[in-house]
């Protein structure tokens, strides 16, 4: 019989993993609280019709039907979340946000789910921090979530960190310039790929995201739409430049960065740093003004980014980058058994609750001190703490550092002031 093995694109986060996802997930959320984010969940599950409305049905997330859906018996159907942002938007809208004082900035961090071939640092199942602001069509809110992106790297340790920044335009201009583009592509149309072909008839601007062979001196020619872009357009765009250089912010204009999600408008961004691979993009997002109209609700303009958990810690095994060990307990308490035992077990919640790690060693029956001191040893205690009769009789506890100094008995209240003093 095969044995039960996890399914495809998922992974187990072990322990030695873990502490990078507890720093990761610290740093993220001190950061969004410090640029004074709120925090929120919501659904993992939402209608199906959210993301095809908000995302758009010529997105690849639909067009390469990567989504988790289930059809629910009374008809409705049901999608695990692809991504986080038509959710909250769909959130602030239910809940009434739009009354609150503007704009609402919130954050929140878990798991997305997409049906797409497993790759480095990308599952099936991958987590995101993901930050929005809601409410304001100010550029400086764009400069805000990019900063926050930009920050969150930098203090994580990632080293030549920059930002690639474009516009997508608006309802106003992006038709005008993807005529102009569809009908560049279409004069070249033998050189492209099936897949650009397929995006060329249904979202043009994915075509510029190609990877494909000879694509980029192709695309090279091709029209910019920075030169197409409406007034309101092209002043959110100077304006955020004007920003990012009073910053000293380092950034490049990439026409060709563009998003697969129709909400889009304006500022698109990524972060990208050195010495992580071929994969230079670490995170990206962006503006989406008409993304709550799209969904049934009010005019509400927004801009976010998302970032995924698992591709920050590929970047930090990358560029060398160790997290903090674990704070695993450096005081174990032995004992010899029997009445020695209950007191061990005593003593160990006592310490526990004056804030001192410690493990107890745990033994059904008796169990040699040899054995135990092997097991301080694998955990790299610093003390160990030994409950014998004599200790029980005495109301006493014997105390044995591991750094070479000599064993000495103390009282309960003096071994806990003494471990603090070696914290």
Same mark, same amino acid.
């Given at each position: 019989m095969a044995s039960i093995q996890r399914a495809k694109g998922m992974q187990d986060v072990l322990p030695e993993d873990r502490r990078y996802w507890d720093v990761v997930i610290e740093t993220a959320t001190k950061l969004a609280r410090r640029y004074g984010f709120l925090g929120i969940d919501v659904p993992v599950v939402e209608y199906t019709n959210l993301f095809a409305r908000g995302m758009g049905e010529a997105?690849? $997330?639909?067009?390469?039907?990567?989504?988790?859906?289930i059809e629910e018996p009374d008809g409705t159907s049901v999608t695990m979340r692809p991504e986080f942002t038509?959710?909250?938007v769909r959130a602030y809208i239910e809940n009434g946000m739009a009354s609150w004082p503007q704009p609402v900035k919130l954050f929140t961090v878990g798991p997305i789910f997409r049906r797409e071939r497993p790759q480095a640092g990308r599952y099936r199942q991958h987590s995101q921090f993901d930050v929005e602001i809601l409410g304001e069509t100010d550029p400086a809110a764009d400069l805000e979530v990019m900063m926050l992106a930009m920050n969150l790297y930098a203090e994580l340790g990632y080293k030549g960190l920059t930002f690639q920044l474009n516009s997508t335009g608006c309802p106003t201009c992006k038709p005008v310039y993807i005529e102009a583009l569809t009908a560049y592509l279409?004069?070249?149309?033998?050189?492209?790929?099936?897949?650009? /072909?397929?995006?060329?008839?249904?979202n043009p601007l994915r075509v510029l995201d190609s990877k494909e062979e000879g694509m980029d001196e192709l695309l090279a020619n091709a029209p910019h739409i920075i030169d197409y872009l409406?007034?309101?357009?092209?002043?959110?765009? /100077?304006?955020?430049?004007?920003?990012?250089?009073?910053?000293?912010?380092?950034?490049?204009?990439?026409?060709?960065? $563009?998003?697969?999600?129709?909400?889009? +408008?304006? +500022? $698109?961004?990524?972060?990208?740093?050195?010495? #992580?691979?071929?994969?230079?993009? $670490?995170?990206?997002?962006?503006?989406?003004?008409?993304?709550?109209?799209? #969904?049934?609700?009010?005019? +509400?303009?927004?801009?976010?980014f998302g970032s995924g958990i698992e591709r920050i810690i590929l970047g930090l095994k990358e560029q060398g980058i160790e997290p903090p060990d674990s704070q695993q307990p450096k005081v174990l308490v032995a004992h010899f058994g029997g009445a020695a035992k209950e007191t061990a077990v005593s003593l160990t919640y006592k310490l526990r609750d004056q804030g001192i790690a410690t493990r107890l060693a745990f033994a059904r029956d008796k169990r040699s001190m040899k054995s135990q001191m092997r097991e301080a040893n694998r955990m790299e205690a610093h003390t160990v703490l030994i409950i014998g009769e004599a200790e029980v009789a005495e109301n006493m506890v014997a105390v044995r550092p591991l750094d070479g100094a000599d064993q000495a008995r103390m009282t309960v209240e003096d071994v806990i002031q003494y471990l603090k003093n070696k914290e």
């Open positions: 997105s690849d $997330v639909f067009v390469q039907k990567e989504m988790y859906t038509a959710g909250l279409a004069d070249h149309a033998a050189r492209l790929a099936a897949i650009d /072909k397929e995006r060329l008839e249904k409406c007034e309101d357009c092209d002043s959110h765009l /100077k304006d955020l430049r004007r920003m990012l250089e009073a910053l000293d912010q380092s950034y490049t204009i990439n026409f060709r960065l $563009v998003r697969g999600i129709d909400y889009y +408008t304006k +500022t $698109v961004f990524e972060v990208w740093a050195q010495g #992580i691979g071929a994969q230079a993009a $670490v995170c990206g997002g962006g503006r989406y003004d008409g993304l709550a109209e799209a #969904i049934g609700g009010p005019s +509400t303009p927004g801009v976010g």
